[in-house]
DNA sequence: ATATTATATACCCATAATGGAATATGTCAA
DNA sequence: TTGACATATTCCATTATGGGTATATAATAT
């Protein structure tokens, strides 16, 4: 009655979720491929390979080309989309963060400089 | 010896593949909240909220803070940058795709145009 | 037709995640 | 201390993953 945990193909999100299937997409990025170069390139096993760009094909992430016995296969980004849409949402967020923690790198190092002495303006009165 | 899947702590893309901890941290995206409010907003049992948030905690997407016998949970954005960072990587790609599908809707609307003789300049000759 | 190359599928195993229900832990109030 | 409230943890059954190895399918060459 119960699904363990979203099959991999259940969407982008989960497809992505496993690093191999990172990794496949990257060399794809850059042009089709055919299975065999994916092979050499990352040097896993053939039905391994095979079974990932499954999964990518099954959630629309790669398209396949057939020439001659070979299978070209090439990234198709477009769901891709959605989870970068969904990150941005909390971009601010992390931005927020990060400037926090800038801030506080900065008043430490008013901190530093005070201590020290430098920039001081005028002459220290003892 | 083998991982059968990498856990869903292993990392934010795998914490955040469910499409439930992503609700949570929608629900969480506006301020810090009590298990109890993402409960009742969510309309789940309790220990599951918990476990979520468990999972969350532990890829550092959620902070907790003890108020009483409450736990306040806020989103701690930081882990999403690098999915959306990595998306990104594609954005091109997509943006391409995007492009000829504008394209091939403006080349159609062309030829509709021709075809009712819309916007047609001069004075049609028979 | 047969051998060879390129790729996909089937089968097995260990791992683990999810929801549900029950229960444990922790904190405050009387 | 006892009770009530808030949250976490444990146990269970079901499901599906990913790697490995062996094998099936498809296409080309001889």
Redesign the pocket.
Known sequence: ?????????FDSFNAVA?P??RQVLGLLATGEL???DL?NSLG????????????LLQVGLVR?R?A?????YSVNAAPLKPIHDWASTFEHLWQHQLDRVKQRAEAKAVLIQERDGVYRMGPVKK
Chains 1, 2 share one sequence.
């Open positions: 009655m119960d699904m363990a945990r979203a099959p991999t193909t496993e191999c299937r055919p299975v065999n092979v896993w096993h053939q039905p391994q390979v095979s079974k990932h760009l499954r999964v396949v057939r001659g016995r070979q299978r070209l």
